[in-house]
Structure formats: C-alpha cells, structure tokens
C-alpha cells in the first residue's frame, strides 16, 4: 500500500512532458475531492456553541449561542426586510441576532439557542442567521409567568427584576400600528393623571392594529432596570398585547379656548363641536375664530353632498393630527393618522448619513421616526430658537447635536435633557446653511430633568451655560434698591427674582431665611447699567408635604419634608415650628 502510494506521488512529481497531462487529471481529482471532504465535513460538523463574550474569536465562523432573549423587533429600520433583530443574554454579555426570514419567536425570557455566522463590520458584532431552524427553543425553555398587580411591582420591583410577569393597566398613549418601536405607561387608572401607581413598558414591534389611549390591556414581557433613566421597564412584545377590541376607547373632548393644550392629545380619538366651513377644504370653526381641518370618512362626504350643511353647527369625532401642508391641526375622520410611513432610526445613524452622504439624504423623501434629548431648553412660541435635539441627556464626550424646526403650536417649554420621540424628515436650512430636522410631531417621554444646581461661587460661565434652564439657587429673599432678589446668605451678591404668586416662600413664616429657590434663570435687561442681569423667573420653593414649610426648612430644624407631623404627635410641622418661634 506504502509502495503504491509512493508510487502515485513521485508519479505527481515526474518532469517527463510526456506524463503531463496525467499529472494535472491527478491534481485536479485530488483538487475535487479535497473540496468535497470539506463541504462534507462542514455540513456534518456540528457548530460549537460559545459565550457572547467569545464571539470576537469566531469571525466569519458559524456558532451557536444561547442565551436569554431579552427583546426583538420586526424590520427594525422600517424598509420592508423580511428581518427580525433579536437581543439574547447569557452569563457572559449580549448578543445582536440578525434573523433574516425568520419565523415565530416566543415570549420575552424564554431560553432560546440561536445559529448563525459572526459578521465583525467597523467594530460591532452580530449573529446573522437565516431561516427556519437557525433559532431554537422547546418547551422546557419557556419562563414561568407571574401575574401581578402594577402595585405589587411598584411595592418590590427588585424582586421581580429579570423576570417575566404579566400586568394589566390601562395604556397612557394611542400606539400606532405602523410604529415597530414604542414606549408608554401602563396606569391601574383610565385617566393618566389619575393614577395611583404607572409601569413604564417598552414596546417591541408593531402592535398590528390601533390601541387607543386609556385602552385596558394585558401584557406580558421581562422586567428591566434601565440605568440611564433610573427606572424600572417593562420589556413586551407589541404584537403580544392583548386587550378587548369591542370596548369603547376614551374619546378626548376638545375646547376651543384651550387650543394651546391640544397638542397633548396628538394621535388620539378627539371629538369637537363647531360650525362646518364647506370650500376648497372642509373645515370647523369655533367661536374664537379658531379653525381645525377635516379629512372626512366617506360616509361623511356623502352626507355633505346630499344636503346644505354649510355653516351648520355639527359634532365631529376621528383622531386629531398636524398637518405639514397647511400647517394646522387637523381631525381625520377616516381613523389614519397619516398615510407617510416613518422609518425607525437612531439620532447616530441619520447624523452619520448626513455625514457620508449629505445630498443623497437631503434629496430623498424619507421619514423618520427618532429617540433623542433636547439639547438646551427649546422656547414655546420661538420658532427654531436653541431648538435642537442630541444622542444623551447631557454634555459627555463625542455629544452629538442636530437642529430641529417644531411647528405649530407649543404653550411649554421643553427642557434640556427632556426625552423626546420624534417624526421627521431632513431639509437644507438656508439660514443656517445646514441641514436641520422637520419635527412633524413628538412626544414627550417620561419626566423632564430636575432643577440644575447653582452655587453662588460658580463662574460667570457656568451661570451663563445654565440660562434658560431650570436651577436651584439657596438664598434669602429680600429688598435691595426697591428690587425683590435673593441674596447670597451671608454675602453680598444678589440675583433678581420673580416668585410665583402665592408661593410660600414669599410668607412671613420664611422671612429672613435662606431657602433653596427653583425657577428658570433668564438674563434681564438694565437700563441704568446697559448690561444685562440675572433673574430667577416664576421662582418657588419646594414643599414636598404641602404642610406650609419649605422642605430645606424642614431639613434645616430637623423635621421630614415628606411628612406633615414628622414625630406622629398629631401636631403638625408649621405648628410645632410656629410655637418654637
């Protein structure tokens, strides 16, 4: 056997041009079945399974990872792929499974083991998978679902940290069907503000239909604690919400004199009575002279063709929209909210292509749906004015920016740091000579920033960084040159104020004391000295336990600003404070 195989070999070998052509039929059989064996073997070869922490050591390699799947989303960039973006968890860290014609997945918490190739593209990993079985799970793997109360999270919630439960609440927010990324609360009351208790969920992929505002529903997902925000979040699939579709969704009642608060009902059900203007454009108009634009249903159009309805007083319902092209709120009566599909992006990614390929991204028409960060108090009622939004809530390194344009009407500030949900497009300001972003609408998610503070031995830069904003400053309320101010305690520096009225700082009780103010620092004009001067504007003092004592009172004479009668003797904090006086 050794002596034939020798034989074969140094037959490779011969230089004699006349065994030539048998040589290279020998390398080229050999050559095939070289291939063939390793075809064979990687087939047959089943992938090794790794940690997510591994995968840096199997680029282009195909591997198994199993972990727990934390959250997924439908063609996440909105672009009609038949891609499904997973997030698994193990031991070792997470990982990215991009699942290209994917199927079924199961519920948030479930062990699944995912197959595919490790791609590497400019520093960032994923698991690219394809098709029916690169994604496995048995039944064994499913999490054990605990139903709970939204109150018995709120009681706990390090308890149920990382595992699956299952809620039911009432929705803050009408979600739109065409969204494949979300986020509400969910109340133990129809009435937002009404609520004892709110969960903030975090929505994963489309709900496939409308869930109204106020909606009673179930859902189920794994609890989170999101660092950034300093909450805990409910992780749910939107395609999993269930809810009862017969019920009557709360319809919003809209009034003409308070049109600056209608904003706040965006993509809800709203109902409104005016007069019907019947031109170019059906319209409703109020008795201030306001005027609102209809998109009518079709049997709505029918009803105005069929008889003299110009000028009549009639009651219209459907859901309240912005208009881009006439710039106006609008009711649509034929329950779409808006015919453009919005692509879901990151502020990284449009800012990055705005970068590579500045004219190809201002001459396409494309929408997009961002998550971002009011970078510095955006003004009511100032068009463009220090509006622009950035990828975190506060100056970091490599803080990236972007200017916005806001129409229509806005009665409140929004400040610095304040998250914010948008609808956009992209256009070329000439202004400016950049490019801005077109906010089409947004939405205001979760509680804006707490007040920044100001010590009276800051530099005048960081005073100056702070205006506009929302500050804290401790100080004594007083008189000086027949201007109301707050004095430095102890020193000699001074700082216009404008207090709310009525606010207890302003009372006897708190006379001569220093308290710590909150109001929005604003620069005033001085006529004497031509300059400008600092005011704290619409200023107040905390009172977290409405007993009539500022809380840094309280602090400062030792009693609880969170309880009226700090020692329960059944006599309150003002009173105990008022005798010692």
Known sequence: ????????????????????????????AIALFLVAAMNWYAMMREPEMITASEMVEYNNEVVNVEGVLLSWVEDPYGQGEDRTDLIIQDSTGVVEVRWYRAEELPVLGTVITAMGDVIEYEGRLWLQALGAGAVRWSADDLPEITTLGIADVAREPAEYLGKTIQLTGFVSETLNPSTTFNSAYLGDHPTYGNSEHQMHITIHSSTNAWIEASSEVQVTGVLEYEQRDLR????????EITYDRNAEPQVTQLVWSDSSSWMYSIGNLVSITGNLVISDELSLTGPNGLEICLVPSEEFSQAISSGNMNGSTISIQGRLVWSEISTSWCIDMDDQLDSTEFENIQIDDILTQLSVNPVEVLNSDSFYTINAYAKYPIEPGVDDKNSAIADSPSYSPGWKGVDISIPGPRSDWIEAGQAIRANVSVEWSDSNMRAKLIVHDYTLIGQAPGPTSLLWTDSIENWQYEVNTIVSLSGVLTTV???????????????????????????????????????????????ETM?????????????????GLANSLEIEEGFNPNNEDSDDDGISDLEEYQQAE
């Open 232 to 239: 805990y979040s409910l992780h749910i699939i939107g395609s």
């Open 481 to 527: 040159d027949d201007q109301l101010v707050i004095q430095q305690n102890g020193g000699t520096k001074t700082i216009l104020v404008n207090p709310k009225a009525g606010d207890i700082g302003t009372n006897s009780i708190h006379e001569n004391r220093s308290l710590d103010w909150n109001g929005r620092l604003v620069e005033n004009y001085d006529s």
């Open 531 to 547: 300059g400008m001067r600092y005011m704290l504007n619409l200023a107040y003092v905390e009172d977290s336990d409405s007993d």
């Open 1 to 28: 056997m050794a002596d034939s195989l020798s034989r074969f070999i140094n037959s490779l070998t011969e230089t004699d041009p006349q065994l030539r052509g048998q040589k290279l039929w020998a390398m080229f």
